[in-house]
């Protein structure tokens, strides 16, 4: 299976650094240009089926990458649940519990990298037991990008999870055995 990941454009809470939510932002211009972009370098990539978030940055940017393609929408792939760290700057925040492997929460009601790992863990056993040999698009967030990362190079240290990011509109590809 050909397991291509996409995170979404840019969006305004991408240039002020802002720890946003689940919410429904739109692509900036550039990130429109982002996705757009992806749609180009992928054109000639046949999908079988196409994932994403159900989140509207996610979506936007599918609908650029692949017009008229039948979209999966799948909660498994949105964004980190951040508690009341919304509105914050993400450099005011305490990443020791944000990138936990052993609780399921932060104080502050934010998911955890132990929660995003099961829930993404979830999502890749599905895929893999109903799509064996095929092409499959994901669009999704940093997060669930780096929880896929995670799960598919077997990185365990949480501490390069952690530090992990995949950039507005790009594409990573895994090769997944059947």
Same mark, same amino acid.
Request: aromatic letters at 8%; one cysteine or more.
């Given at each position: 299976?050909?397991?291509?990941?996409?995170?979404?454009?840019?969006?305004? !809470?991408?240039? !002020?650094?802002?720890?946003?939510?689940?919410?429904?932002?739109?692509?900036?211009?550039?990130?429109?240009?982002?996705?757009?972009?992806?749609?180009? /370098?992928?054109?000639?990539?046949?999908?079988?089926?196409?994932?994403? !978030?159900?989140?509207?940055?996610? +979506? /936007? +940017?599918?609908?650029?990458? @692949?017009?008229?393609?039948?979209?999966?929408?799948?909660?498994?792939?949105?964004?980190?649940?951040?508690?009341?760290?919304?509105?914050?700057?993400?450099?005011?925040?305490?990443?020791?519990?944000?990138? !936990?492997?052993?609780?399921?929460?932060?104080?502050?009601?934010?998911?955890?990298?132990?929660?995003?790992?099961?829930?993404?863990?979830?999502?890749?056993?599905?895929?893999?037991?109903?799509?064996?040999?095929?092409?499959?698009?994901?669009?999704?967030?940093?997060?669930?990008?780096?929880?896929?990362?995670?799960?598919?190079?077997?990185?365990?240290?949480?501490?390069?999870?952690?530090?992990?990011?995949?950039?507005?509109?790009? @594409?990573?590809?895994?090769?997944?055995?059947?």
């Amino acid at each position: 299976m050909n397991l291509y990941v996409v995170r979404h454009g840019e969006v305004p !809470s991408n240039l !002020s650094d802002t720890i946003c939510k689940r919410t429904d932002e739109r692509l900036t211009p550039n990130g429109i240009k982002q996705a757009q972009k992806i749609g180009d /370098e992928l054109a000639e990539t046949k999908f079988d089926v196409v994932f994403s !978030s159900p989140v509207a940055r996610a +979506t /936007e +940017t599918t609908e650029y990458v @692949v017009p008229n393609a039948k979209i999966i929408y799948d909660s498994r792939l949105t964004e980190r649940g951040l508690g009341n760290l919304v509105g914050r700057k993400w450099n005011e925040i305490n990443k020791s519990t944000w990138n !936990s492997t052993e609780t399921e929460t932060t104080p502050e009601g934010a998911e955890t990298l132990l929660s995003g790992l099961n829930r993404t863990r979830d999502f890749l056993n599905d895929i893999q037991k109903n799509y064996k040999g095929k092409n499959i698009l994901v669009v999704t967030h940093n997060f669930v990008s780096k929880c896929i990362w995670g799960i598919e190079e077997n990185i365990t240290n949480k501490d390069k999870l952690g530090n992990f990011v995949h950039p507005n509109g790009e @594409v990573k590809k895994y090769f997944i055995e059947d």
